[in-house]
């Protein structure tokens, strides 16, 4: 009884929440043999991703770390804000465009 009553609440809220659905305008994925990868895609709303990585050896060169740099951009109150970001040796690191 309590999954039904549940169950009918959160159907109630969802349709009363705006729903814009979006179109993909374009899509890239690309990968290599060595471990290189481009990946992107962008919405008709301006949002969208866009990541490209590379192994690299390690010190001793007998393993490989994932390098990735990349870039997001998301709608917050009707502006669009981009962010940058790197994963490296170093960590994970995030900045605003």
């Known amino acids: 009884m309590k999954f039904v009553f549940v169950f009918v609440i959160g159907c109630t809220v969802l349709n009363l929440i705006e729903c814009n659905p979006v179109e993909l305008v374009s899509l890239t994925n690309k990968r290599d043999d060595s471990g290189q ?5 962008k919405l008709d709303d301006g949002t969208g991703e ?5 192994l690299l050896s390690n010190n001793n060169g007998e393993d490989a770390i994932l390098v990735q740099r990349g870039s997001y951009t998301t709608n917050v109150d009707g502006r669009l804000i981009t962010y940058n970001w790197i994963a490296d040796t170093r960590g994970f690191r ?3 465009a």
């Open 37 to 41: 990868f481009l990946s992107r895609y």
């Open 50 to 54: 866009e990541k490209m990585g590379k």
């Open 94 to 96: 995030i900045s605003k």
